[in-house]
């Protein structure tokens, strides 16, 4: 079978700035891929490229058997790719519900379905209590979850999640991370970047390792944390070294 | 499910039915004619403001150049009445789908701009159609139309006696804009708007494309507009260009609905019954239109809602509701 999402020698460049350079990867149906890096290594571009928030320099990007390059955000969210984003962009004067049929309105065109979609999403991320809130009401870890409510009620293939849990309290975090976990077991393949090991490595099947652009290193998580150029990617050469 | 929600839309829909049924039996009792011209030019406003509503409130893209659509109503209608005899009922159609054509020829290009950019641009443009108006000769160019008057007649629509039929064409017009709003309110459109105004790059990730969604907004925006347009000329029966594509028109639209709460249901209609008969009584007490009296007045009213209620008059309630609660 074929992957659900594969990036053929995607190049980005911003003026003289190469942001990626020939990535190809693949992620299988129903898998969690992890996506990380040091600062700056090209995840969040890589990922834009993906959501089809603009298009990429050179390549091509293929979701679900079709090539999907040309297509808008708005498209590709239509064929199946729903995301979170890092900087979290609720709709802040919309209520929490009201975010959320946003989302559910790309499956759902008679109202009461989108709405009784949304509730049913609300009930699924853990934040029915706090439908009627207004978005701007929310506090960070509740806007992180929305976003990931928003994003599943347009009924994704593929979920990308964009740092969903960075900045959380270890609670928070672990919270977050169960979330994941049932979205792969609704059947959702889940695309992650994450710049924090200790949490991601546990939770992914497979992890893809960005550095300068590039693909460094790709496997097993147990495999890639004991990579030398992982850790020395991460952490400078001396480490790597002592490794 | 939802229960507050459904009782909250049959709410808004009676209270507007109940608010539609006291004023159309107000005429009746308040025979003074001039206090009559002032009803119909608020409900008139009301409703141009619940159209510019849609578009900027609910959209978020702010026009200030929605004179060029009312401008455009009034023209079409008087021009197809008094050149080929076409009655105004057809104007009125004819100028609101000429109205919405353009808009969504000018959104082509312009919806491109952010946020000032796009202000600015909507004043430029009906600068422009003002001024291309005052040199078309054939349009009457500066002098204008007169639309002559022969007698009471509802296919002509035009009264010469009474002022109620305008009153109750007005109060229809108001009850459509308001209806049409209602109705848009819980709908992939009206969500798709809201959700345009807070974020478009999160509504585009969303499935929401943005261009289309605010091109919708601006056709309907711009036909209702034009349809007040189109009721204005028969109203007054004597249009130039600087009375009904001037810059104040523009304004007069954007202020009740800022005044009253941008972006919501009630907002425009709260914010015309305040502010058009105070214009209209500060003008008649101070001084004549032109010298800008009434501009002082709601400049600054707008100034004290900026600073003291920036979300509108309409936020007093909400804010007592949830204390009720």
Redesign the interface.
């Known amino acids: 079978m074929t992957a659900l999402l594969e990036t053929r020698g995607v190049w980005q460049r911003f003026g003289g700035l190469v942001a990626n350079s020939d990535v190809s990867i693949s992620v299988g149906r129903g898998e969690i891929v992890g996506l990380i890096g040091p600062n700056g290594a090209g995840k969040s571009t890589l990922f834009n490229l993906i959501?089809g928030?603009l298009p990429p320099t050179q390549g091509s990007i293929w979701f679900d058997g079709e090539d999907v390059t040309k297509l808008?955000?708005?498209e590709r969210?239509?064929r199946g790719v729903?995301?979170t984003?890092q900087v979290v962009?609720?709709?802040?004067?919309?209520t929490v519900i009201?975010n959320v049929?946003?989302?559910a309105?790309?499956r759902n065109?008679v109202?009461n379905e989108?709405?009784?979609k949304a509730?049913e999403v609300l009930e699924f991320t853990g934040l029915a209590a706090r439908a009627?809130v207004r978005a701007s009401d929310l506090v960070p870890a509740e806007k992180r979850r929305l976003e990931v409510a928003?994003?599943l009620?347009?009924e994704p293939k593929l979920l990308l999640l964009d740092e969903v849990l960075t900045g959380l309290t270890p609670t928070e975090a672990q919270t977050g991370v169960a979330l994941v976990r049932k979205v792969r077991d609704a059947g959702i393949t889940v695309l992650m970047v994450e710049h924090v090991m200790e949490i991601v490595m546990p939770l992914v099947d497979r992890a893809i390792v960005l550095d300068l652009g590039k693909v460094l290193v790709e496997g097993k998580p147990a495999d890639v944390v004991r990579d030398p150029k992982v850790i020395k990617a991460y952490l400078g050469d001396r480490h790597a070294q002592r490794a | 499910m939802d229960k507050n929600f459904i009782e909250r839309r049959r709410r808004d829909l009676i209270t507007a039915a109940g608010l539609a049924a006291v004023a159309a039996v107000v005429p009746l009792f308040v025979k003074d004619v001039y206090v009559q011209n002032i009803m119909v030019l608020t409900l008139m406003y009301a409703a141009l403001s619940q159209s510019w509503n849609i578009l900027s409130g609910y959209c978020g893209q702010i026009s200030l150049g929605h004179a060029l659509y009312f401008g455009l109503g009034a023209y079409t209608t008087a021009l197809l009445f008094t050149k080929f005899g076409v009655l105004p009922w057809f104007g009125m159609i004819a100028g609101g789908v000429l109205a919405a054509a353009i808009a969504m020829a000018l959104g082509y290009p312009f919806f491109r701009l952010g946020g000032h950019y796009f202000a600015i641009a909507t004043i430029v443009i009906a600068e422009i159609g003002l001024l291309l108006i005052q040199n078309w000769d054939w349009a009457g160019a500066a002098l204008g139309i007169d639309i002559p008057v022969r007698g009471d007649s509802w296919l002509k629509f035009q009264f010469a006696r009474s002022k109620l039929p305008y009153f109750y064409f007005a109060l229809v017009l108001a009850c459509v804009a308001w209806f049409v709003t209602w109705w848009l309110e819980d709908s992939k459109w009206g969500f798709w708007w809201r959700a345009v105004k807070d974020n478009p790059e999160a509504a585009e990730s969303l499935g929401v494309v943005v261009f289309n969604s605010k091109m919708g907004a601006a056709a309907v925006s711009a036909f209702l507009v034009a349809v007040g347009g189109s009721f204005y000329a028969q109203f007054v029966s004597y249009i130039d260009p600087e009375s009904v594509m001037g810059f104040q028109f523009s304004l007069l639209m954007a202020l009740p609905a800022v005044l009253g709460g941008i972006g919501t249901l009630w907002g425009p209609l709260l914010g015309a019954v305040i502010l058009i008969p105070l214009t209209e009584l500060t003008r008649s007490y101070i001084g004549g239109s032109g010298r800008g009296v009434d501009l002082i007045v709601y400049g600054t009213l707008i100034m004290l809602i900026a600073l003291a209620r920036p979300e509108g008059l309409i936020g007093l309630f909400s804010r007592r509701k949830e204390a009720a609660r």
Do not use: N, W, Y
């Open positions: 959501a928030v808008p955000a708005a969210c239509q729903g995301r984003f962009k609720s709709f802040e004067t919309m009201d049929i946003v989302g309105l790309v065109t109202m989108a709405r009784r509730h009627d928003r994003a009620a347009t």
